[in-house]
């Protein structure tokens, strides 16, 4: 969808929302989106030489996830351009290059300002950035959470892990299950484990069945052996094995998993 999108807007001569679709395509895995994100900076450079805010801070983003260390001086004047337009795409990626020190000379604080300037504007990347940087802990928490709100699932599962070591277990789970739901495997993995040993809620090995086949469905093959030494441990019958699958969208690892019982186990 995303490539098609970005080649009807090239069509169109719209080199910005092409390269825009082009770059969502190649988030998503595609490795077509990424070289066609790669070749799209020839049709953006004009756009941010002759003042395009936008296409600076795009053409910034792209150099600095697709081209090697050679573009990373290009990368950081098109940022500072886009940065200091006021641009919040612009703020977050050049305060990025300041926080990691790609191109410019580190600045911590310089960076947290731009961060503070790009949330402001309603950026939820820099929502997230920011919250890495601040130490007033209870206003990390609330940028974390507004982030994840806006969609970043990273900033769910940081906010349960700072949640956590805040010993609020309780809602430190409901981001882990929360992240989880939203595609981020380790949170899987932690709210699986969770469930097991009763952190945060009491003992569920339904819900920890579940979220180990959920992690093995999106390519992590690591809870599988958990399951299996849960299931051979008889912490769960067959019935409860077969409703985790069911919860998980995958009654064919639960099948697979009831197969691998000894005769009359689990029942």
């Given amino acids: 969808m995303h490539l098609d999108d970005g080649r009807k807007a090239a069509e169109a001569g719209d080199w910005v929302a092409a390269g825009h679709a082009f770059v969502r395509a190649a988030m998503e895995g595609s490795a077509e989106g990424a070289e066609l994100a790669a070749r799209v900076t020839a049709e953006l450079v004009p756009l941010a030489d002759g003042g395009s805010a936008e296409a600076a801070a795009l053409l910034a983003g792209i150099y600095l996830e ?15 351009v886009a940065a200091e337009a006021g641009l919040p795409a ?52 609330q940028l974390f959470e507004a982030a994840a709100r806006e969609g970043i699932v990273v900033a769910g599962a940081v906010l349960a892990d700072r949640l956590s070591a805040l010993d609020r277990d309780e809602e430190a789970l409901g981001w882990y299950v929360w992240a989880a739901e939203h595609g981020h495997t380790e949170a899987m993995n932690a709210a699986a484990c969770w469930y097991r040993d009763g952190f945060g809620t009491a003992p569920d090995p339904v819900q920890a069945v579940r979220w180990f086949f959920v992690m093995l469905a999106h390519g992590d093959g690591n809870g ?33 998993l009831i197969g691998m019982l000894p005769s009359g186990e689990g029942f």
């Fill in 66 to 80: 697709y081209f090697d260390e050679s573009a990373l001086p290009a990368a950081a004047a098109y940022a500072r």
């Fill in 90 to 141: 612009g703020q977050r990626t050049y305060g990025h290059m300041l926080v990691k020190g790609l191109g410019v000379e580190e600045d911590r604080e310089r960076a947290a300002a731009l961060f503070r300037a790009a949330a402001e504007g309603g950026d939820a990347y820099g929502r997230f950035n920011l919250a890495l940087l601040v130490d007033d802990t209870d206003e990390s928490l």
């Fill in 224 to 256: 599988v052996h958990e399951a299996i030494q849960m299931a051979k441990a008889g912490a769960l019958n067959v019935e409860q094995i077969r409703e985790a699958g069911r919860l998980a969208g995958d009654p064919t690892s639960a099948e697979t």
